[in-house]
Nanobody, 119 residues
């Protein structure tokens, strides 16, 4: 079993910052890509940012410059630094990882953490 656990969500004023963290644990041989997605009420889950095993990053165009993704390979963790938060940013943020478990890669998801932005 592989588990991803997010932390760091909460309420923040518009213009403020939050840092989300995610830790992967379980039967992990290696982790390819890790990242963050989000889903607002009534909307489809969308990409926030991803980071590969060699550090290549990919950001949603609308978020690039405000959000920064980072990774600690030794600890199997990924973080998302969110700056200049806007009223349209509130959503449930989900941690993602593509993990080699035994003989294949599996897509794993965290349970999500709520981010609320007040104006």
């Amino acid at each position: 079993q592989v588990q991803l656990v997010e932390s760091g969500g909460g309420l923040v004023q518009a213009g403020g910052s939050l840092r989300l963290s995610c830790a992967a644990s379980g039967s992990i041989r290696s982790i390819n890509t890790m990242g963050w997605y989000r889903q607002a009420p009534g909307k489809q889950r969308e990409l926030v940012a991803t980071i590969s095993s060699v550090g290549t990053t990919n950001y949603a165009d609308s978020l690039k410059g405000r959000f920064t993704i980072s990774r600690d390979h030794a600890k199997n963790t990924v973080a998302l630094q969110m700056n200049s938060l806007k009223p349209e940013d509130p959503a449930v943020y989900y941690c993602y990882a593509r993990i080699r478990v035994v003989n294949y890669y599996a897509d794993s998801w965290g349970q999500g953490t709520q981010v609320t932005v007040s104006s």
